[in-house]
């Protein structure tokens, strides 16, 4: 009997994108198998949707909309939708679309196989959403995208009320994960060949207000430095109203921490920061960087900004770009304000003409890029370690190039050496051009290191590194990545 395929379709922060993995994890655990790329189709379609973007159902429902004609012609294939959108329109995904097979939320991942099933016995769309976490969903099986980088959760959820995040609504409020359980989870994946973690939370910073320890966050950080064979921890994202000194000591002292930070602003205006119920200021805001800065100099920052909340004046966003001068941040994710319906912020008053947040938005992106740029020119002339990744290289340059990541989270692209090099592995190089979103290494190679990862890479995907370390059309296994520069605000906060 040939075993059922599977596609999901993720859309969303990196919550989502480890959901996904537990979804696939818990699918193929159940006998299905991930669908070839550009394929017929699959049997069963899953959605694992976002509910902060601005269009989010629009696209859900454009999406199911292109679906419905291939599942009438393709009788037993199922379609799926989870996620946070689930978890809110609960009761009109099936009504507005009822060739829908499957609707689960974001605390019952662990049911969609049996929900499957189900609705293929009962022959009717079958629609559970819990309202609490029953289980920590890192116990579930998961299929990572990388060989050699993975997501670790260390909680979910979110006790905070910023004024224009539905979130804590969807995700409920945090639960943290023990210690023991996370620090075994990671020593697993790296016996795996795992060298790369990045701890996920929705705000990460804040692990231990579980269980009442304000520096939990930072012995987590401590215990990971001695974890052997892990080579390199990030995490993201914090939030500035927890982010203390212990964890900027945790980050200086522990090697295999990564000099890199991303810490969302949102707004440089301490009234638009009330205004969103930040529990921040500009002024606690620009002394959490000067401290990072003080420990450690070589550090890269990123942040979230959101241009034209409610209210904002020309004056809130000329602090706001006054922020960004002071931080000289090395990349940041700016976003358009839009309404998400069911938060506070969508029913305020003084929502900003359309014309007027495009206006401050194009001025905010060029003073970054400008940033951006200036702080990648720095870099030339240093020796990077470059973890070698796959899905980012240029694409109208793959025979000559490679790319991979410095260890302040950088985009590095760099003439690929003689000897074969895989996904994991480490390269020297010495950086020789900057543009505003990546570095250029086009000397040879300095050093080439062959890692476990590599060696996990090359037993996932049965393929060794070509000669000349030219990687045309391998299977696409790619590190977990950074969300993109701009967009409309999907963002851990």
Known sequence: MTAKTYELRTFGCQMNVHDSERMAGLLEDAGYVRAPEGGDGADVVVFNTCAVRENADNRLYGNLGQLAPKKAARPGMQIAVGGCLAQKDRDTIVKKAPWVDVVFGTHNVGKLPVLLERARVQREAQVEIAESLEAFPSTLPTRRESAYAAWVSVSVGCNNTCTFCIVPQLRGKEKDRRTGDILAEIEALVAEGVIEITLLGQNVNAYGSDIGDREAFSKLLRACGDIEGLERVRFTSPHPRDFTDDVIAAMAETPNVMPQLHMPLQSGSSKVLKDMRRSYRQERFLKIIENVRAAMPDAALSTDIIVGFPGETEEDFQETLHVVREARFAQAFTFQYSKRPGTPAAEMDGQIPKEVVQERYERLVALQEEISWAENKAQVGRRLEVLVAEGEGRKDDVTRRLSGRAPDN???????????????????????????????AEGPALGVRRTRAGDAWEARTGAAAPTGGVMLGLPKVGAPAPLPAQGDGCGVC
């Not at 692209?413 to 570095?439: C, I, K, M, Q």
């Open 410 to 440: 950088r985009l590095v692209h760099f003439t690929r050496p003689e000897e074969p090099v895989r996904p994991g592995d480490v390269v020297s190089v010495e950086v020789t051009y900057a543009a505003p979103h990546h570095l250029l």
